[in-house]
Structures are given as C-alpha cells and as structure tokens.
C-alpha cells in the first residue's frame, strides 16, 4: 500500500533554514511527479511546490527563490529545502501523491517560524 512518511520539521527562528523529507513506499516512485502542501492554523491547504517525474518543478509564487523541492529516486524520497523563513511559513507540511488517481497524503510534519 502507498505510504508517504514527513519528517524534517521544528521551530527555526525567522531567516532560518529547514530540510524536509518525505519517504515514499508502495508504488514506481520514479514514475510520478510529487507535491508537497502546507496548511497553516484556520486556513486551506495549499500547494507549496510539485516535481515530475522528469525532475521539472513549480513553485507558489510566496516561496519562489526561496524553497526547493528536489527528489532522489534511489531512496524515494522527496525533499524540500526551505531557506529564508518567514512566520507566514508557519504550518503543517504535507506530501502528497496521486497514484491511480487517488490522492495519497503523509501525516504531516510541523513548521514553527517564530522568535
């Protein structure tokens, strides 16, 4: 069964940089492109960037030049590197996959940007 597992998150004071990583089991990791969400207190999850299966990558425009999602294929895993934190950043972290057309989320790993 698909499996998506977040780890990597914390408090990081504002400026601060935080790697994320989600592993990934149950499926041809290579063969699908990956997403990595966030939810922050009383608002929707949103999309925070996705990388192809091909390595191409997007990005919401309010962690433009700032985040970087990449993947490795040998540990299926997909990363997101965070630098330049913000308190706006502040939310629970997802990954998430859509495998024969079904939505597949990890549980979630928590970022706090504060002082």
């Known amino acids: 069964q698909v499996q998506l597992v977040e780890s990597g998150g914390g408090l990081v004071q504002p400026g601060g940089s935080l790697r994320l990583s989600c592993a990934a089991s149950g499926f041809t990791f290579s063969l699908y492109g990956m997403s990595w969400y966030r939810q922050a207190p009383g608002k929707e999850r949103e999309l925070v960037a996705h990388?192809?299966?091909?390595?191409?990558?997007n990005y919401a425009d309010s962690v433009k030049g700032r985040f970087t999602i990449s993947r490795d294929n040998a540990r299926n895993t997909v990363y997101l590197q965070m630098s330049t934190l913000k308190p706006d950043d502040t939310a629970v972290y997802y990954c998430k996959v859509v495998y024969r057309r079904v939505d597949y989320w990890g549980q979630g790993t928590e970022v706090t940007v504060s002082s």
């Open positions: 990388i192809t299966s091909f390595g191409g990558t």
